[in-house]
Nanobody, 124 residues
Framework: DVQLQASGGGLVQAGGSLRLSCTSI????????IGWFRQAPGKDREGVSC????????YYTASVKGRFTISNDRAKNTVYLQMNSLKPEDTAVYYC?????????????????WGQGTLVTVSS
């Protein structure tokens, strides 16, 4: 029932790294911008990063800038989120989402397709 699949989450110590992967189910990423969101219990869903389909422009929320990197492997139809220097406050379920068009947005309600998420837990 989901159009995207996020994977790669797990348990990591503060300061460690994880790489999340997002793959499409039944469609290509060619016509979509891909965003990463996260949601901790009791918190709003937060936009983390996004990459445009047109020119590969990337966006990051301030709290992850310099630590996270989003990238797109078109041959594999996969978008990655490399997360370095992880902090306990990064703990959340991470979702990837796809939005049609040439731009990115942090407004979750605008996205067309969502994965089921992958849990990232960062211990202190």
């Amino acid at each position: 029932d989901v159009q995207l699949q996020a994977s790669g989450g797990g348990l990591v110590q503060a300061g460690g790294s994880l790489r999340l992967s997002c793959t499409s189910i039944g469609f290509t990423f060619d016509n979509y911008n891909i965003g990463w969101f996260r949601q901790a219990p009791g918190k709003d869903r937060e936009g983390v990063s996004c990459i445009t389909r047109g020119d590969g422009t990337t966006y990051y929320t301030a709290s992850v800038k310099g630590r996270f990197t989003i990238s797109n492997d078109r041959a594999k139809n996969t978008v990655y989120l490399q997360m370095n220097s992880l902090k306990p406050e990064d703990t959340a379920v991470y979702y990837c989402a796809a939005i049609r068009g040439f731009g990115c947005t942090a407004m979750a309600e605008i996205y067309d397709y969502w994965g089921q998420g992958t849990l990232v837990t960062v211990s202190s």
